[in-house]
């Protein structure tokens, strides 16, 4: 399999369901900004985004914010 078939494949499902709040955060992860930005858009604190993302990189199977990337427009989650 080619890298390009690779990219048009599904994306593996999460291990548990995103809650609504991960899908919002991972869908800020394409945006070119800081967790912190993140958090003021969001009424949060940088460290509840921080535990956010960690936990839709467990659920997801990733470790870099560009993996998770990849997964969320894959997954329909962000825009391409």
């Known amino acids: 399999m080619s890298i390009i078939e690779l990219e048009r494949t599904a994306p593996v499902p999460p ?14 992860l394409a ?5 912190e930005q ?9 460290n509840t985004v921080k535990s956010q993302v960690r936990s839709v990189y467990r659920k997801i199977g990733v470790s870099t914010r560009a993996d998770a990337v990849a997964w969320a427009r894959q997954a329909g989650i962000t825009a391409l």
């Open 38 to 46: 993140i958090a003021t858009k969001l009424f949060v604190t940088r």
């Open 15 to 28: 291990a548990a369901p995103l809650t609504r709040r991960e899908q919002v955060v991972l869908s800020n």
């Open 31 to 35: 945006e070119d900004v800081t967790l």
